[in-house]
């Protein structure tokens, strides 16, 4: 029954993705079907990277109210971003290539991920206001450490920080995508390993350790590869802080079930269309000045502030 | 214990104003002074204004948070979690927008009701919220602040005057002479008025029924305070830009030093306000020297290192 | 049988467990008494390896919890505390289907699906199967975790003062249910009890403690004495002999 829900939202995708593709499009069909076949691609890796990433921390955290970029992930991989234009000089940086620069980036998140938020997530049951607090203010720290940095940094070399900060669902970096989407599919795929084990662990430690399961490292692991799906999306579409929290919202209501097995799935083809199809409506069918990520983070704005107020963790 | 306490903040302050006076892109030293009218030109025009705009707006915004506490019954409250400095930015946003020939003094005007407007909506909430879960309400004021922030951004994003609304949201000093900063002095009429009923504030933070039974006019106090700090926040981000967690880091470092009792704390909370965005501006005025950078940044990052700190600082054990 | 041997146990300055050193032979239930603070729920933590081992050694016939693998030790012992909350909202036959995880890693075969089936008649929660967590009574969801903790199939059920919260018919509902546990299906009982009275009346041994220390063990006739309870309980309490059993006399 559940999976047929599943097949819906599926199809849903499939809509999105052919008005995306097809709508309003003139000229060289073989060209506008190249160059917009490279922006679905970014598009449906970043709402995959996303969802999954979002849905996985509030597993390990047991709540429905935090996601990575609420607690500021995306902030902190920004920072570190500019740390490294910072420490190597503009120059240096261009000096690597994209691979190596967002492979340090992501053992820099990695790192912090590990150490900052792996102490800090066995106080969700107890405490989520704190946590919830804290993740917003690491967000103000992040970003105005990275707004610090970018002015100590020459304004010759701050060019180059710019250019690759400047992502947006509007423009992707080709380059990095090669090597995106691999990485994408490789964290998501180490997820779906651990999909029976995610709803045990979903149950809270101590029903987690009685079932058998090593609670620490299946943690640890989890949180990498959270933290490999958030330098994914990051590095390719900039933050957008309640997209994630909307679109793990919008599974759960769909799919009224526990299992991970639905739950990742139905979340990533629910990102998949609001970004996919919003992004479609939008910029083709109505081409209104209304950039679709202010309008996902109005949404996801109201749907956190409604789970404050309701105080549910269910 | 408290006397030590107020001489070395005092005195910090002085010591910190003064090398305000002396820091700045052109180098210019004390004995300068005595010499050349170029140098009192200097001061005049520029570093005494910025240095007194600095110490106005640290002391007078750290008064706003310790009123919005009493007001909200909660310790985390200030300007920028209640939506407060947001609400600000929206009205002079609208007040640029539908009557940019009016003086300067009505928009500001406009942008103190605005303030007080979303202050008033803010504490209705809070009032729904449980007792129990006393976080809930910065949390709750920093989403109300992000989304009146995001209608303020979309806005002014459709009518192309992005480039204001990111001063307004994000205080620097740079812009401060002589003649465009004398409202600040408003802002601090305005904590001078809170310092006089400063025993009332204090009763108004016990609540509402403490309040009446002690024979305070309950809701005329409220109004007094939503006016002190709705004027107080719109000056500040009119003129300044808004700089987050002054109102919250000071008044809670006041309280475990000196208590609640606000007659005497809150010149003590004025003038570390004052103190610490002083630090915090001459600190961006020389890391960088001579460019500068923004006290609003400065402030985001120490502001949130304190504020992490009062988050999870075990508070002193009684016994 | 559970060898507990030398556990001490501190948390921060304070210490919690002075070393405990216990046999627990298989079989019957055993009851854990004492005031608050006597480190019942520590113990019981560490005997889950829910917490640490901080010094000593525990073991179920012969597997160490320290050094054996969790999921040796998941079809070995099985806890139940007293935080009833889950994190995810399930139905009544998907929690108790989690307590086969141990054995089949989440996919489920028939012979688990009969044991699931056998838990849900053994707490009559047949008509409930389907119901979600929180559609619920406290009555009704103590007994599906104390189901799920049933197919388990564990040798060993640790419980956390399950009869905390419950109307007085399901609480002894509950203490009958350990009794057939214990009888019928050959399970090792370990459950901490709050009113001693319980104890008394269902369990084959009790053990007290107090203040992080092992006070008194014996059967309930052998404990259920004024100078043992007051040894434990630190208050002088009147034993009164009830239908064949002891009670303690507390409430005046």
């Not at chain 1, 651990?194 to 987690?208: P, Q, S, T």
């Amino acid at each position: 029954m559940a999976e047929r829900r599943l097949i819906w939202l599926a199809l849903g995708l499939i809509v999105a993705v052919l008005i995306f593709m097809t709508w309003g499009a003139r000229g060289n069909w073989g060209f506008v079907l190249a160059f917009r076949g490279t922006k679905l691609l970014a598009l449906l890796v970043v709402s995959a990277a996303i969802a999954v990433s979002t849905v996985l921390f509030q597993t390990i955290t047991a709540n429905r109210i935090l996601t990575p970029s609420i607690m500021g992930f995306d902030a902190l991989f920004l920072l570190f971003q500019a740390g490294l234009v910072f420490v190597l000089g503009g120059f240096g940086v261009t000096q690597l290539s994209s691979g190596l620069r967002f492979g340090m980036e992501f053992a820099l998140l990695m790192g912090a991920a590990l150490h900052l938020f792996g102490t800090l997530i066995g106080a969700a049951r107890h405490d989520i206001h704190r946590l919830v607090l804290t993740g917003i203010i690491f967000g103000v720290l992040f970003r105005s450490l990275t707004s610090f940095i970018e002015r100590l940094i020459d304004p010759n070399e701050f060019a180059v920080v710019q250019s690759s900060s400047f992502a947006s669902f509007n423009s992707f970096d080709a380059d990095l995508l090669r090597y995106c989407v691999p990485l994408c599919v490789l964290g998501i795929a180490a997820a779906w390993h651990y999909r029976r084990e995610l709803d045990v662990i979903a149950l809270g430690r101590d029903h987690a350790i009685n079932l058998g399961l090593n609670h620490k490292r299946i943690v640890l692991i989890i949180l990498t590869i959270i933290a490999l799906l958030v330098s994914v999306s990051t590095a390719l579409a900039g933050p957008v802080t309640f997209f994630g929290l909307l679109v793990a919202s919008l599974a759960h209501l769909v799919m009224r079930s526990h299992r991970h097995a639905l739950l990742l799935p139905a979340a990533s083809l629910c990102a998949g269309i609001v970004l996919v199809g919003g992004q479609a409506i939008t910029e083709r069918v109505l081409s209104l000045s209304v950039p679709l990520s202010v309008a996902v983070e109005f949404l996801g704005g109201l749907v956190f502030l409604t789970l404050i107020l309701r105080g549910t963790q269910r | 214990m408290s006397l030590p306490v107020r001489s070395a903040t005092l005195l910090a302050l002085l010591a910190l104003a003064a090398a305000s006076l002396f820091v700045g892109v052109i180098d210019m030293a004390p004995s300068q002074l005595l010499r050349g009218s170029e140098a009192l030109k200097l001061m005049a025009v520029s570093r005494l204004p910025r240095t007194l705009a600095v110490v106005l707006t640290g002391a007078t915004l750290a008064v706003a948070g310790v009123i919005m506490q009493m007001l909200a019954r909660n310790r985390f409250v200030e300007p920028t979690t209640a939506g407060t400095g947001q609400s600000a930015a929206l009205g002079i946003l609208l007040a640029t927008l539908y009557a940019p020939g009016a003086p300067l003094v009505v928009k500001m005007g406009f942008a103190s009701l605005t303030a007080l407007l979303g202050s008033g909506i803010f504490l209705l909430i809070v009032r729904r919220l449980p007792v129990t879960q006393p976080l809930l309400v910065p949390l709750v004021g920093l989403v109300y602040g992000a989304i009146i922030g995001a209608g303020v951004t979309f806005l002014a994003y459709r009518t192309d005057l992005l480039q204001y609304v990111s001063i307004w949201l994000n205080g620097e000093f740079s812009g401060v002479i002589a003649g465009r900063y004398e409202f600040l002095f408003v802002s601090g009429i305005a904590a001078v008025i809170a310092y006089l009923a400063a025993d009332r504030f204090s009763i108004l933070g016990l609540g509402r029924d403490a309040s009446i039974s002690l024979g305070l006019n309950y809701n005329q106090m409220l109004l007094l305070g939503l006016v002190v700090v709705s004027v107080i926040t719109a000056l500040t981000v009119v003129n300044i830009g808004m700089i987050p967690f002054v109102g919250l880091v000071v008044p809670n470092i006041a309280s475990r030093l000196l208590g609640d009792n606000l007659r005497s704390s809150l010149p003590f909370v004025a003038a570390s306000g004052a103190g610490l965005v002083l630090v915090c501006d001459i600190v961006g005025r020389i890391v960088r020297h001579p460019y500068e950078i923004p006290v609003g940044t400065v402030f985001g990052v120490v502001g949130a290192v304190i504020f992490l700190w009062l988050l999870y600082a075990k508070r002193p054990s009684h016994g | 049988m559970i060898e507990i041997e030398n556990v001490s146990h501190h948390h921060g300055h304070q210490q919690v467990l002075h070393d405990i050193t216990l046999t627990v032979p298989k079989g019957g239930v055993t009851a854990l008494v004492g005031p608050n603070g006597a480190g019942k729920s520590t113990l019981l933590s560490l005997m889950a390896r829910l917490q640490t081992l901080q010094s000593g050694r525990i073991s179920f016939d012969g597997l160490d919890v320290s050094m054996t693998r969790g999921e040796e030790l998941a079809r070995k012992l099985a806890i139940l505390r007293q935080d009833t909350q889950l994190g995810a909202r399930v139905t009544v036959r998907d929690l108790v289907g989690f307590g086969r995880f141990p054995h089949c890693r989440g996919r489920m075969r028939g012979e688990d699906h009969a044991a699931v089936d056998e838990a849900l008649a053994a707490f009559q929660l047949e008509a409930l199967e389907h119901r979600f967590l929180d559609q619920l009574s406290g009555g009704q969801r103590q007994r599906a975790m104390v189901a799920m903790s049933f197919a388990q199939a564990a040798d060993y059920l640790l419980l956390d003062e399950p009869l905390n919260n419950l109307d007085m018919s399901f609480a002894r509902g509950l203490m009958h249910q350990l009794r057939t546990l214990a009888d019928e299906h050959g399970r090792t009982i370990i459950v901490v009890i709050h009113e001693i009275n319980y104890a008394s009346a269902h369990a084959d041994r009790i053990i007290g403690m107090r203040d992080g220390r092992l006070v008194a063990q014996g059967t309930p006739p052998e404990i259920m004495e004024a100078d043992t309870l007051e040894a434990i309980f630190g208050t002088q309490l009147r034993v009164q002999e009830v239908e064949g059993k002891r009670m303690a006399l507390h409430y005046a």
